[in-house]
């Protein structure tokens, strides 16, 4: 697994969704991605008050466990996330670092009181999951409203967005890609 993008399902989340997630990154970012095995609902990051749970604490756990040897860990949860100055998260990631957790609980349609839609669902966690990848290698934010890495403050600017970089972006993500010490070997 030495250079490649690990997937790490944080309480149940269904394969096939992961598998699409994985397939998604491999295609965009030319590395190898492997679906990891589950673990546990995080509990201890839940926030009674918020009835939510902490991204940063889930980060934190997910980089005391992830093999130094990988390019990404990413975590994906059906939990719904936040970070302490912000109501919730779609997604976190560890800037210029390896882990990252992504939510698909405000990325179900349903969430917002529209009927189930596995494809959107799907289209939009592999925009987020891409985003956070985007975070671990270094690149920020983007001006250009269509490009992956655009803030996506609510769920209009993930739909609205496409699942790729920006041609800048895209040059930058190689760039980074490409002097990353972790990504040796993980070009698919």
Same mark, same amino acid.
């Given at each position: *697994?030495?250079? !490649?993008?690990?997937? !790490?399902?944080?309480?149940?989340? =269904?394969?096939?969704?992961?598998?699409?997630? @994985?397939?998604?990154? =491999? @295609?965009?970012?030319?590395?190898?991605?492997?679906?990891? $095995? &589950? *673990?546990? #609902?995080?509990?201890? @990051?839940?926030? =009674?008050?918020?009835? $939510?749970?902490?991204? &940063?604490?889930?980060? #934190?756990?997910?980089? #005391?466990?992830?093999?130094? /040897?990988?390019?990404?860990? *990413?975590?994906?949860?059906?939990? /719904?996330?936040?970070?302490?100055?912000? #109501?919730?998260?779609?997604g976190l990631a560890e800037m210029e670092g390896q882990c990252s957790i992504i939510s698909m609980h405000r990325l179900r349609p349903q969430f917002y009181d529209r009927p189930p839609d596995r494809d959107l669902l799907v289209e939009r966690a592999r925009k987020t999951a891409l985003h956070e990848l985007g975070h671990c290698l270094g690149l920020t934010h983007c001006r250009n409203r269509r490009c992956v890495m655009y803030s996506s403050t609510k769920i209009e600017d993930t739909d609205f967005k496409q699942a790729d970089f920006c041609p800048t972006c895209s040059e930058l993500f190689k760039w980074q890609l490409d002097k990353c010490p972790r990504a040796s070997g993980c070009k698919s």
């Open positions: *697994m030495s250079g !490649c993008v690990i997937i !790490c399902p944080v309480g149940f989340v =269904e394969k096939d969704i992961l598998d699409r997630i @994985a397939g998604h990154i =491999e @295609a965009r970012c030319g590395v190898v991605c492997r679906v990891f $095995q &589950k *673990m546990d #609902k995080p509990e201890y @990051a839940y926030d =009674e008050r918020r009835c $939510q749970y902490n991204s &940063k604490l889930i980060l #934190k756990h997910l980089i #005391k466990l992830s093999p130094k /040897d990988i390019l990404g860990f *990413m975590g994906v949860t059906h939990v /719904d996330l936040f970070v302490p100055i912000l #109501k919730y998260v779609f």
